[in-house]
């Protein structure tokens, strides 16, 4: 077997080179670049390549599908229903007003009961809450696994497009994330443990680290208003679609986190970002841990050598398509409000991050297994709370800007209806409106 060891010695000879070109490749076009806060350019162009691809790749579909008579979109369920812009209460007082079997008014009639029915079904068919924790639907085929509901195979071409696309993306675009993700996230932990002591030098450490960790993503983004960029002792309030949220502000400025412990791979992150710079991290379960944050916050940003606290107030993830209703905490502390608005682009890949249905590790595979990450940041001019107005309107006024400037829905509703059941309180609200309606007699 004497005769074997020379094309074992050649092979691993050519593993060797190979990795070699391969690191050195990333280190002098990626890692040193990103360090820098250099770009030369190549995400932007590879960004517009894809988007003539899609182009062309969208007519054909459209040709193929007016050719061989298929729907190709599907209807959204805003257009099943034409809902009326009244309140419960008019639409109760017209009913009676239209019976012309009684003389005067009861307290209760059979009638009033079919405005609830009504409402009850128009919530059940087009849900608002619901659909905001799934992926949202793409007017056309991005050429990824999460193509349009009723894509069929058209064309030898598309198929033979969508084939050499999955390879470039499992191939190469993957490997080269995973390699450059490893890097930013070892680094973080390794460095952050080792400059804790530190001060001057720790959020350069984490700049670095986040820029790396935005070239693993190839995210592409565009930041707006960068005079009003939140500045030291106060507090960035942004919605949020995804814990890359983070990484996408954190390659711009340096903050201070605040969020829940987490386990695993995050978990692990958190506990390296907290030797070296100050973060809160509290327990959702635990309700002693809110007084206590809530001082720590206080603290936090009076002092105003510290850096700038990154809130999401929602609580949760929400799928880019809207903005959910805000806690109120961190509307409570009494200092300035810097609001952010983040907005995905859908066509490149999907950012929403549905913890009940992937775990951490596999929605990073699906996000370095996509094409890219673009998005575009809003800095919102800072606000502060008005006189007389409460913690609540304040969040609901900070909510509705962020809202308008990233053209999302505002919505009501509390994102905890992820993981828990409509509160009693919705329904005693409801009952409120019938029970002290003017015209309402009580017997």
């Known amino acids: 077997m004497g005769w074997l060891l020379p094309f074992d ?3 691993c000879m050519a593993l060797g080179i190979s990795f070699t070109v391969w690191f050195t490749s990333l280190l002098v076009f990626i890692i040193v670049p990103a360090i820098l806060g250099v770009s030369f350019g190549i995400r932007k162009l590879y ?11 969208t007519l054909r579909m459209e040709r193929g599908a007016k050719e061989k008579n298929q729907h190709l979109y599907k209807p959204y369920s805003n257009g099943i229903i034409a809902k009326e812009m009244s309140t419960l209460e008019q639409e109760i007082q017209e009913l009676r007003s239209s019976s012309t079997t009684l003389s005067s008014e009861p307290e209760f009639e059979m009638a009033d009961i079919m405005s609830f029915c009504r ?30 509901y009723n894509f069929r195979h058209i064309s030898l071409r598309l198929s033979v497009l969508w084939g050499l696309g ?12 995973i390699t450059l993700a490893a890097t930013g996230i070892g ?19 984490h700049m670095m680290c986040y820029r790396i960790c935005v070239r693993a993503l190839t ?15 106060g507090i960035c309030v942004a919605n949020h679609t995804t814990p890359i949220d983070v990484i996408i502000l954190a390659n711009d400025g340096c903050y201070s986190m605040v969020g829940q412990v987490h386990g695993g791979l995050i978990g692990v992150v958190q506990r390296a970002m907290v030797k070296s710079s100050p973060h809160i991290w509290f327990e959702r379960s635990e309700v002693k841990d809110r007084h206590l944050v809530a001082k720590m916050l206080s603290n936090h940003v009076a002092d105003k050598t510290n850096h700038p606290i990154l809130i999401f107030p929602e609580g949760t993830c929400i799928n880019n398509t809207s903005v959910m209703m805000f806690k109120k905490g961190s509307f409570e502390i009494g200092c300035t409000v810097y609001p952010v608005a983040i907005k995905y682009d859908p066509r490149f890949g999907d950012a929403f991050w549905n913890s009940g249905k992937f775990g951490m590790v596999s929605y990073l595979l699906r996000m370095m297994s996509s094409w890219a990450i673009v998005c575009s940041v809003w800095y919102l ?8 107005e409460d913690a609540v309107q304040f969040a609901n006024r900070v909510k509705a800007a962020i809202a308008r400037q990233g053209g ?3 919505l009501l509703w509390d994102g905890g209806l992820k993981r828990g059941k409509v509160k009693d309180t919705f329904r005693e609200e409801q009952q409120k409106l019938y029970i002290f309606f003017p015209n309402f007699q009580r017997g």
Do not use: Q
């Open 219 to 233: 995210a592409i983004i565009t930041y707006h208003n960068s005079e009003n960029k939140p500045k030291n002792g």
């Open 166 to 177: 999955l390879l470039i993306r499992y191939s190469f675009l993957l490997p080269l994330r």
């Open 408 to 410: 999302l829905v505002d």
């Open 47 to 57: 960004m517009n390549s894809l988007l003539k691809i899609f182009e062309w790749a």
């Open 187 to 205: 680094l973080l932990v390794v460095l952050t443990t080792i400059v804790g002591f530190l001060p001057s030098g720790r959020y350069k450490i």
């Open 381 to 388: 001019p800072p606000v502060n709370r008005e006189e007389g």
């Open 9 to 11: 010695n050649l092979l």
């Open 119 to 148: 409402r009850g079904v128009e919530s059940i068919v087009d849900d608002e809450v619901t659909k905001r924790f799934s992926a949202e639907e793409l007017e056309s085929w991005n050429l990824l696994t999460r193509s349009n």
